[in-house]
Structures are given as structure tokens and as C-alpha cells.
């Protein structure tokens, strides 16, 4: 009886086994409101400069939770601060454990300045995450839009086939178009749920004020959005102008590759007419094609992963000058009908 049950419950392991392999794909970030208030108090309190921080928590599911985090020391370029900045994080998470609150890594945050956040620097901190973390998350908090009146916290990951993409270091014109890759497929933004625990939603609760409000909060109505406006517009100009240099960069490629090729197919038709001189004077004919000419060397292609990241951030610029605007002209548009009034 043993024997006959055995391959059963063998096989039945085996595809157990294979299906906890495949894990469902990432629908949602779910942020205690703790975590949101710790990420906010830091960025801002060290803005303008750049922070980051270790996220923890759980991976259940499609849900990442996150539980808890703690700040990064700012970082130094010397050796021995950076070892000490490891030994910090490492001796954190020890502590954690010790009093039974999560301390299982499911990514990092960090701050950003008017949006710019795609950087070459972002990317290696994924990949460098990926190689022990199967899934992770980057929490980016803006504060320079909280004057705003809008809380710019996103969840990104990067896409799969651009991380297969990037482990090959080869971002040539014909592999993107093999892969269908284009720029908008670098990051995946995940949508974030900030959830509070029952006792934290029944103090809230109490310390709402059950008086009907009787001031009105005239700050909504200023129409002075120069300051951050022109920030926006000065960035994207700057971006613009980095565009600009990439392309010319291909420019100068192709009108080499252009040129190269004008000076193979006169050495192929030189060496054709050559061979046919052999072969009428009955000598062996040359090789058409010589690899040690340097003619046929081939001019190495530039990585086009500079241009896709600065046309994301050129996006990204785009999209908030228009949220912006958007709500100028539905106060210009408010002001004038009261005066018309």
C-alpha cells in the first residue's frame, strides 16, 4: 500500500513545490500610515538634500506590505563611513528583531527634488537589491509639491524585460526593437494603499472636530504658482538640451557608419577588380572581405539608455507643469467670474 501511494504523493510535492516557484505579480504597496509619516518627517527635514532609508515588512501575496523603516546615515564618500553606514543598517535590523517587529527587507525610499528621480544610480540600487530580494519596491517622496498641496509618493519597480535587458549591457537599436522595449517600459509605478491599524482609525476618529468649520482656507486661492512653475520649466529646458547632445551623438554614429560603408564598398569593388585581373593572369584570387583593414572594424553603437531616462524625466516635467497649470487656470478662471460679479 506504501509503495503504490509513494510516486503519488511524490509528484504531488513536486507540483506543490513548482507552483510556490511561480509568485503572482506585484498589484499593490501597502503602507502603514506610521511608515508614510516617518518617509514625510525625514525628507523634510533634511530637504534639499537627497535622503534615503531602509523599507521593512512583508511579501504576501500580490501585496507588499510595509510595516516599518528606519534612515540611512547620509552618505560619505569615504570607505570607512560607508562600512560603518553597512554596520548601522545591519545592527538596526538586529534590534528589530530582538523586540519582534519586522525586519525583512522589502525595499528602500528615498526623496527627490521637482520630480527627477530617473537616474543610471536608481537603476544599479534595483539591480543591486534584485540579486537577494526577489521583489522590492523604491518609495519616492517629493517635498518640494507638499507646498502644493499634493503628497507625491509613488512605488516604483523596474520591468522585467528591462532588468533582462540591462543584465546584458546591450542597448542597441536592434535589441530594443527585438524586444519591443521602449521608454516608457523602464519603471512600473504600483499603486500604494495606506492602511492604519483599528485603534489608530478610532483615535483619529476622536480627534476629529464635530463643529461645522467656520474659516475658510483662503491659501487655496493663491494664484502665484511662479516659484515652482519656473523650476519645472528651467529643468526641462536643461533636459531638452541633454536630449539634444544624445541625439547628436547618434547623429555622429550613423554619419560614421554611413561613411564606413561608402569605404567598404569601394574596397570591395578595388579588390573585385583586382581579382579579376588575378584570375585573368591565372593567379588565386584574394579574400573580398580582410578583418585585419580596419575599414571593417565595426564602429561600436551608442547605449541608448541615457536618452530613454532623460525622455522619462522630460515626461515626468511635462506631467507636473500641466497638473500645475491646470489648477492656475481653474483659479484665474474662479477670480474672473467674481469679479465679473
Known amino acids: 500500500m506504501a509503495n503504490t501511494t509513494t510516486p503519488t504523493m511524490a509528484r504531488s510535492f513536486l507540483q506543490v513545490a513548482a507552483t510556490e516557484e511561480v509568485a503572482p505579480p506585484l498589484r499593490a504597496v ?41 534612515p540611512f546615515p547620509i552618505r560619505e564618500e569615504d570607505e570607512e563611513i560607508e562600512a560603518e553606514g553597512a554596520n548601522y543598517q545591519l545592527e538596526m535590523m ?23 528621480f530617473q537616474t543610471v544610480e536608481l537603476i544599479e540600487t534595483f539591480m543591486n537589491y534584485q540579486e537577494n530580494i526577489k521583489r522590492c519596491v523604491c518609495i519616492i517622496y517629493d517635498p518640494s509639491r507638499a507646498n502644493q498641496g499634493v503628497l507625491a509618493l509613488k ?4 520591468s522585467d524585460s528591462f532588468m533582462d535587458l540591462y543584465r546584458s549591457n546591450n542597448f542597441t537599436g536592434e535589441k530594443l526593437r527585438e524586444k519591443n522595449l521602449s521608454w516608457v517600459d523602464i519603471f512600473e509605478e504600483i499603486p500604494i494603499k495606506v492602511s492604519n491599524s483599528a485603534l489608530i482609525s478610532a483615535f ?3 480627534l476629529e472636530d464635530d463643529t461645522p468649520v467656520t474659516q475658510c482656507d483662503y491659501d487655496r486661492l493663491q494664484l502665484s504658482t511662479s516659484p515652482y ?5 528651467e529643468f526641462l529646458i536643461e533636459c531638452m538640451d541633454d536630449l539634444s547632445i544624445e541625439q547628436q551623438k547618434f547623429q555622429y554614429y550613423y554619419r560614421n557608419l554611413s561613411r564606413q560603408q561608402a569605404q567598404q564598398q569601394a574596397w570591395l569593388q578595388k579588390r573585385r577588380s583586382e581579382n579579376m585581373s588575378r584570375k585573368a593572369a591565372g593567379e588565386e584570387p584574394l579574400p573580398e572581405e580582410d578583418p585585419s ?49
Open 30 to 70: 501597502q503602507i502603514e500610515g506610521l511608515v508614510v509619516l516617518k518617509i514625510i518627517k525625514h525628507c523634510k527635514e533634511l530637504s534639499p538634500s537627497l535622503v534615503t532609508g531602509q523599507l521593512l515588512g512583508l511579501d504576501v501575496g500580490s501585496v507588499l506590505e510595509v510595516t516599518n523603516c528606519f
Open 94 to 116: 538586529r534590534c528589530l528583531r530582538e523586540v519582534n517587529v519586522d525586519n525583512n527587507t522589502v525595499g528602500w525610499y528615498q526623496s527627490m527634488l521637482f520630480g527627477c
Open 155 to 158: 512605488a516604483l519597480k523596474l
Open 204 to 206: 483619529m476618529t476622536e
Open 229 to 233: 512653475l519656473e523650476r519645472n520649466v
Open 293 to 341: 583593414n580596419p575599414v571593417f572594424k565595426p564602429i561600436p553603437e551608442p547605449s541608448r539608455l541615457d536618452s530613454f531616462l532623460i525622455t522619462n524625466q522630460i515626461a515626468n516635467y511635462c506631467n507636473q507643469i500641466n497638473g500645475v497649470s491646470g489648477q492656475s487656470f481653474s483659479r484665474l478662471y474662479l477670480m474672473k467670474a467674481l469679479h465679473e460679479n
